[in-house]
Antibody, heavy 122, light 110 residues
């Protein structure tokens, strides 16, 4: 059974960089694609981007065009983790951030983490 | 990329059937058969209910079914039960190799 767990700071100030890590257990991140999705309080889901292992430590990525200039997703195969960095955060980036597995290219995520609330406030 | 369009809310009585629509464009819903549906209860992570338009993951009740026509996909829940009350989201892979979600639909079981 695949399990995913998000970790990282829960409170940031405007202009700081959001950094979250997703630890995967029960499967290797060298298989499948891995996504980050967020949900502002009381609002809908927004896809941030995904990554898949392509033989290089950086992986191959796709990003939401509206966030692309601020987002970096990376893999750490030695720790079976993948990470999200979102720069220059504002209050609009306050959300629950989910990491998730995509079992096949094109399909939606099948396994999700429990989510991590990140609040941006001065 | 623009969010897919879903009705804000739908409702039905126990035992009835309801359908939730998800409208996109020829660059997402209409481009591939890669539409998924998720159920989300308050405070919980989304759960995959349908993938590739009409396929159910193992363990999902056969009361849930999906279909697609052109740029619109649909989720039908038959034999409504109280535990079906939740938010439902659709998603679609796009021609740009990205994923886009719908705005979500709140299902109320009367």
């Amino acid at each position: 059974q695949v399990q995913l767990q998000e970790s990282g700071p829960g409170l940031l100030k405007p202009s700081e960089t959001l950094s979250l890590t997703c630890t995967v257990s029960g499967g290797s991140i060298r298989s499948y694609s891995w996504s980050w999705i967020r949900q502002p309080p009381g609002k809908g889901l927004e896809w941030i981007g995904d990554i898949y292992y392509s033989g290089s430590t950086s992986g191959s990525t796709n990003y939401n065009p509206s966030l692309k200039s601020r987002v970096t997703i990376s893999l750490d195969t030695s720790k079976n983790q993948f990470s999200l960095k979102l720069s220059s955060v504002t209050a609009a980036d306050t959300a629950v951030y989910y990491c998730a597995r995509v079992f096949r290219g094109g399909s939606g995520p099948d396994y999700w983490g429990q989510g991590a609330l990140v609040t941006v406030s001065s | 990329q623009s969010a897919l369009t879903q009705p804000a809310s739908v409702s039905g009585s126990p035992g009835q059937s309801i359908t939730i629509s998800c409208t996109g464009t020829s660059s997402d819903v209409g481009y591939y058969n890669y539409v998924s549906w998720y159920q989300q209860h308050p405070g919980k992570a989304p759960k995959l209910m349908i993938y590739d338009v009409s396929n159910r993951p193992s363990g999902v009740s056969n009361r849930f079914s999906g279909s697609k026509s052109g740029n619109t996909a649909s989720l039908t829940i038959s034999g409504l039960q109280a535990e079906d009350e939740a938010d439902y989201y659709c998603s679609s892979y796009t021609s740009s190799s990205t994923l886009v979600f719908g705005g979500g639909t709140k299902l109320t079981v009367l």
